[in-house]
């Protein structure tokens, strides 16, 4: 490995993460990966490859580019668009077996016509507004939305969905339940009208993990399946009921090496700003890793891995470079390897520890390592 700075994503413990998953849901629901935003930064084919690998039967993505590029990679199992599709690319979602997500009339019309220009069948999948205001149409819409699907022979209601706003910041689950029961309720107002959408989905990491009754024909994970709790409180829920002895598995390693060392006597600055000014003669190791990279500017007083030890960032941390104090860790020489997230012998930095540093969430810090940086897949 000659790169700068590399990501490293553990095979087993995406395949771990995956067999929990099954186990909890069974063999009858079916276990759509959520693989967008590089799979959560985990590398989109390299993640694929796995997941599917490992028995999840479908995957989503968020747009028609990361789909292409799945098929691009061979992947053949059925992908599911939950982003926005906009009419233009939906030729092209049909012509790559995609089914996706709709909530605009325009959508259905462009369906239909681009299915039958392609001679092919396009699956959609309704999403009902329950309460988190994002995508989604209005519950008393429901069965007029899916009539108008009807009306054409060349598409098909493959499935019904919803999104939950508030599961995982929570241990109150109030809200939550509430938007089960509009879904219950709309899929109810689709049966009554004797419409069928035989796969009815909600469920995120989080309602799979603590909601048996949200599991439905499919579940939809992301977070969880790369070993990460979808919060505190989603972990403090499931502490609470210990329903099913679930273990999740990290599988990101975030690491980079040393690109020189020196040492900076006592009273010296150490990067922009000036901010940082030693107190005794520093050792020093520069790491060629900064915030394009994904690696934030807020992390100027957090510390990297070197040999299972804490090197403390010092000084602020640059564009491409950060200086790390490795006084104590005489050992550390140009070219050694530097852990910025993950773990290095007995020490740890958990994607939460990195996102508490950073003063965001765990989904965030592993997304936003730049894709440019190579994903690596090691057992
Ligand atoms: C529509 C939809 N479904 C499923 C997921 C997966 O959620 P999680 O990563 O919390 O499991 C997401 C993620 O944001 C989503 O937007």
């Known amino acids: 490995m000659n790169e700068l700075t590399w990501v490293e994503i553990s095979r087993s413990s995406l395949e771990n993460n995956i067999r929990q998953f099954r186990r909890i849901i069974g063999q009858d629901t079916l276990l759509c990966a959520c693989v967008k935003a590089n799979a959560y930064g985990h590398g989109l084919i390299e993640s694929a490859t796995v997941f599917t690998g ?11 580019y990361e789909a292409r590029l799945l098929r691009q990679a061979g992947i053949t199992c059925p992908l599911y668009i939950l982003g926005h599709v906009p009419d233009a690319d939906i030729r092209e979602a049909i012509d790559l077996d995609c089914r996706f997500v709709v909530y605009n009339e325009g959508s259905i019309e462009a369906a239909a016509k681009a299915a039958r220009e392609a001679g092919k069948t396009a699956r959609l999948h309704i999403k009902v507004e329950t309460g988190t205001n994002r995508q989604g149409i209005d519950m008393q819409d429901v069965t007029g939305f899916a009539g108008k699907i009807q009306a054409h022979s060349s598409i098909e209601l493959e499935g019904i969905c919803t999104h939950f706003a508030n599961i995982e910041d929570t241990t109150d689950h109030t809200y939550a339940e509430l938007q089960i029961e509009r879904f219950t309720e709309a899929t109810a107002k689709l049966e009554q009208a004797g419409i069928d959408a035989p796969i009815k989905h909600c469920a995120n990491s989080a309602a799979t993990i603590l909601f048996p009754g ?57 990067g922009y700003g000036c901010t940082y000014k030693t107190g005794h ?98 057992e």
């Open 214 to 270: 949200t599991h439905f024909q499919m579940v939809r994970p992301g977070i969880s399946l790369y070993g990460m709790w979808p919060s505190n409180e989603t972990y403090v829920s499931y502490i609470k009921e210990r329903k099913n002895n679930f273990t999740l598995l990290p599988a990101f390693t975030w690491k980079a090496r040393i690109a020189q060392v020196k040492t900076v006597p006592t009273g010296e600055y150490i």
């Open 281 to 378: 003669e520093t050792r020093l190791a520069v790491i060629p890793v900064g915030y394009y990279d994904g690696y934030d500017r807020c992390l100027s007083g957090a510390y990297v891995l070197i040999n299972g030890k804490r090197a403390s960032i010092r000084g602020r941390v640059c564009m491409n470079i950060i200086m790390a104090e490795i006084t104590d860790i005489p050992e550390a020489q140009v070219e050694h390897e530097v852990v910025l997230m993950g773990r290095s012998g007995d020490e740890v930095i958990p994607a939460e520890q990195f996102a508490q540093w950073a003063g965001t969430i765990n989904y965030e810090v592993t997304t936003r390592v730049n894709d440019r940086i190579p994903r690596i897949t090691v």
């Open 54 to 64: 490992a028995g999840a039967d479908w995957l989503s993505v968020n747009a028609l």
